[in-house]
């Protein structure tokens, strides 16, 4: 039943309120209908359909590891002689001046703190260096080899060389690279006489030329031979032959640098017969040798296809020969 209020209702009359058991009922009722539209809500969330976003795609390892090798086009310069003796003795000045050289040069691979984390490491094989722990190193932990690494880089990783920065501002990266573990060995007189004569340090020199990346890029590849063109025929027969190592090919490679791909898949022979070292090769070099950051999604039979496929498209007498040495000597048919 309802009760009535005393104080009316403003039109002249008493004004009904609800008792006590209709007051409960509409207050759950409001709370089931909110539950429900809660509900309602996480089930549309739960069946929205999500598209996969690797890393690489929202921050380009591509911009972050070749950032500081796009320099702008600058002529030779006259070097000072360096006293190889003084360069390496350790100092606060060195150290803070090689800290703000790691912030240009090093953080996008190696980590703030010299861990190998930086933002590119996930996209990069092997991984860069650990500063923090001397464990792992094979080039070498004195101060000399560190400044060695510097300056030539490591082939067949993505440390660039650095040999265009001036030499004393090497020795102070060294430094301050030293700085974040201890245990490095000391340097001999041998050490230092070893790396002054590889480097023509103590004598007057010259700072080498530089050119953007980019530029040096189209250089090469319009000075490279060109790749034999298959025709629209044979590309369909490969196409027929390896079907999924196509569609992977579409997939995992870049359109804009693909002349970067074929220059290397055809210059380069050894990938051609070993599986392995294709697909190191690929994921070491990408994004720059023309695949894109989604090869890293691709999972043993896909690379299997791809590396079928693109031997097929750039290497097919090496394919032909596998194929028939594979079949004992007999030719391969479309129809398999």
Known sequence: MLAHDERGDGLGGPRKVPSRHT?????????????????????????????????GQVLSPED?????????????TPQPPVNVAEAVRPSQGAVGQGKQLYQQYCVGCHGSDGRGDGPAAAALSPKPT??????????????????????????????PTFDYVPPLDRFALAHYIVSLAPGHPSETPETLAALDREFHLSEATRRPSTEPLSTAM????????????????????????????????????????????????????????????????????????????????????????????????????????AQSRAMGGRAPSEGR
């Open 130 to 159: 650990n500063f923090t722990s001397l464990k792992g190193w094979v080039d070498g932990t004195r101060l000399t080899d560190i400044f060695r690494i510097i300056t030539l880089g490591i082939p067949g990783t993505a440390m």
């Open 218 to 321: 189209e250089q090469m590849l319009a000075e490279a031979p060109r790749p034999v063109a298959l025709s629209d025929t044979a590309l369909a027969r490969i196409d027929r032959l390896e079907p999924r190592g196509a569609m992977l090919y579409d997939r995992v490679t870049n359109p804009t640098t693909r002349g970067a791909l074929a220059y290397w898949l055809t210059e380069d022979s050894s990938w051609a017969t070993d599986p392995a070292r294709f697909r190191a090769l690929a994921e070491s070099g990408a994004p720059s040798n023309g695949f894109t950051p989604d090869v890293e999604l691709l999972t043993a039979g896909d690379w299997l296809s791809l590396y079928r496929y693109l031997t097929l498209r750039y290497r097919p007498s090496t394919a032909a020969g």
């Open 23 to 55: 007051a409960i009922l509409i207050a759950v009722t409001v709370q089931v209908v909110f539950l429900a539209i809660g509900l309602a809500d996480l089930s549309t969330l739960a069946v929205q359909p999500y598209e996969r976003v690797l890393v």
């Open 64 to 76: 972050m590891v070749f950032r500081d090798t796009e320099l702008p086009v600058q002529r030779g």
